[in-house]
Antibody
Framework: EVQLVESGGGLVQPGGSLRVSCAASGFTFSSDWMIWVRQAPGKGLEWVANTNQDGSKKYYMDSVKGRFTISRDNGKNSLFLQMNSLKVEDTAVYYC??????????????WGQGTMVTVSS | AIQMTQSPSSLSASVGDRVTITCRASQDIRDELSWYQQKPGNAPKLLIYGASSLQTGVPSRFSGSGSGTDFTLTVSSLQPEDLATYYCLQDYNYPRTFGQGTKVEIK
């Protein structure tokens, strides 16, 4: 079965750090771009970051640049998001997503169930 | 960053109605746009990529059109299971940006 399973969410104080993980199965993880998308409670979707197949290219939304780092371990079929200097406004469900990239278009075809990150004192 | 503006923010329609959602980009994005459906309590689902290509397994009542700055998602005959919020996403450049969403309710 093709799936993505996130873990590592939780409650953290402002200024703290957290690392969320995503375990992929059922497809060739090393062949695809991978993405993190987040959704604050009751709000819309936000694209956070992505990385290419070998992890050599990484792109971020402006508000997390310098604080968040996306990485992957193709040997373990895993995607990570290291979040430092967390702010209250980073509170959200974080989704791990596959981009199947047909004809070089973005196409986010597989989504995890999400992991909740709460930043609060 | 490119701004994506959806309209309307919400709509209510009857089963069988034709429903149209619009997404406007703040600059030309060619055809580099996708559409997602998010049902309450669930992760989003890919409907359309490349502005008009239907994702495998998505019912044919969904269609996408447009290029440049103006795009449309159409549901030709609304079904009860289409109750959801719909989002567009531009992939012309970084950072990728979503529209704010359109909530579709069934009368």
């Amino acid at each position: 079965e093709v799936q993505l399973v996130e873990s590592g969410g939780g409650l953290v104080q402002p200024g703290g750090s957290l690392r969320v993980s995503c375990a992929a199965s059922g497809f060739t993880f090393s062949s695809d771009w991978m993405i993190w998308v987040r959704q604050a409670p009751g709000k819309g979707l936000e694209w956070v970051a992505n990385t290419n197949q070998d992890g050599s290219k990484k792109y971020y939304m402006d508000s997390v640049k310098g604080r968040f780092t996306i990485s992957r371990d193709n040997g373990k079929n895993s995607l990570f998001l290291q979040m430092n200097s967390l702010k209250v406004e980073d509170t959200a469900v974080y989704y791990c997503v596959r981009d199947v990239s047909p004809h070089n278009y973005d196409a986010f075809d597989i989504w995890g169930q999400g992991t909740m990150v709460t930043v609060s004192s | 960053a490119i701004q994506m503006t959806q309209s309307p923010s919400s709509l209510s329609a009857s089963v069988g109605d034709r429903v149209t959602i619009t997404c406007r980009a703040s600059q030309d994005i060619r055809d580099e746009l996708s559409w997602y459906q998010q049902k309450p309590g669930n992760a989003p689902k890919l409907l359309i990529y490349g502005a008009s290509s239907l994702q495998t397994g998505v019912p044919s009542r969904f269609s996408g059109s447009g290029s440049g700055t103006d795009f449309t998602l159409t549901v030709s005959s609304l079904q009860p299971e289409d109750l959801a919020t719909y989002y567009c996403l531009q992939d012309y450049n970084y950072p990728r940006t979503f529209g704010q969403g359109t909530k579709v309710e069934i009368k």
